[in-house]
Each structure stands twice: as structure tokens, then as C-alpha cells.
């Protein structure tokens, strides 16, 4: 069996979908799978985080893999990557969809991070359009949360109305997450047991569930 290509995907920029690659594909990897990286956006911010990684932890243990794609590109090299590894996680540039789409299309899952906004909500709705065209299974990723605000009516209301699933593990707007990604590592090893960690396992578990692995 193919291993399956998780596709990070949100044009809004700011969105944290670097943040959340990189820690969805620590959460898998420490699950037991076989993982790796691959950045398509031109700004590298990913690869950055993966160079630091390797400082800090040593290039043959930071328990991932990573490669660089664009355009085209990474369709075809996340569907070679699948057939080496469980898990081929992608990191999409913002605002593009002439980049992101072939990334989309070679998805088994396309995890949408947004922040619990309306407006932010709504200029979600391009990214969806696009997974919907190609028939992509997708979720939307609450991130950014504030723990001590529940998710109002409105928001509530909002997301239900742009028709796709969401995620039922919401992450929190932690200065852990950013903090831990600085030396290229996750909340999950800068504060092992925490609320930050518990929810980038949930959220690792809910996907592997909507994926059947």
C-alpha cells in the first residue's frame, strides 16, 4: 500500500501552516510512521526549520525526511516519496494556487489550518473551491485558538457553512508552538505532556483516522 500524502493547503497567508506541518509530521513519525517533509513554498521557512532540526538533534536523528518541490513538481515527487514512506506531509505556498494545486491534487487528505475568525473563515473559501474541484477529501484545522474563549455562534455558524469537515482537535494559540519551532522541534519535545502536545497528538490520531491507518 502507497503511503498517503497529507497536503497542508491555505491561500490566506498567516494561517500557521508551517507550524502545523511540521509538527503533524513529528506527531506521525513518533506514531511509528515513516515520514517526510516536503516544501513547496518558495519562502523555505520549512526548510529552515528542518536545517535547524538538524543542528540541534544531528542529521541522522531527526526522525523525518525532506525534499523540495515546485509546481509540477511535487505531484509527481509526492507520489515517488509515497512509495517509500507512510506518510509524505507537504507544506504549500500562500496565495498560489497555480503552485499549490498539483500538491492538492496528488492528496489523500488536504488539512486547511485556519484561525477562529469570520473574516478569516471566509477567505478560506478559494482554498476549499479548489479541493472540492479536484475531489480531495479535506479538513479544516482550527488553529490559533484561544484556550480561554470557547468558539463563539458566529464562527460556529461559519464553518458549518462552508460545508467541509473540521477537525475536532482545535490548537491553541500557545507561544510554545513558535517558541519550540526556533530550534527546529516541536511542542511535543520542548514540553513533552503539555496542552500544546496532547492537541498536535490528537490532531495526528483524527487524521490517521480519516485517513484509515
Partial sequence: MSGRIITIAQQKG?????TVAAHLAVALARGGGRVVLVDCDPQGSLGEWFEAREQTLGEDRTGLAFRTASGW????EARALGRDYDFVVIDTPPKS???????????????VPVQPTPIDLWATQPT???VAKEGIASLIVINRALSRVGLTQEITEAIRALGHPAAATR???RVAFAASMGDGLTVMETSPGSKGADEVEALALEIRAQLGV
Fill in 14 to 18: 498567516g494561517s500557521g501552516k508551517t
Fill in 73 to 76: 513538481g511535487a505531484r509527481r
Fill in 97 to 111: 494556487d497555480v503552485e499549490s494545486r498539483p500538491a492538492i491534487e496528488a492528496a489523500s487528505l488536504v488539512a
Fill in 128 to 130: 476549499l473551491e479548489m
Fill in 171 to 173: 490548537l491553541g494559540n
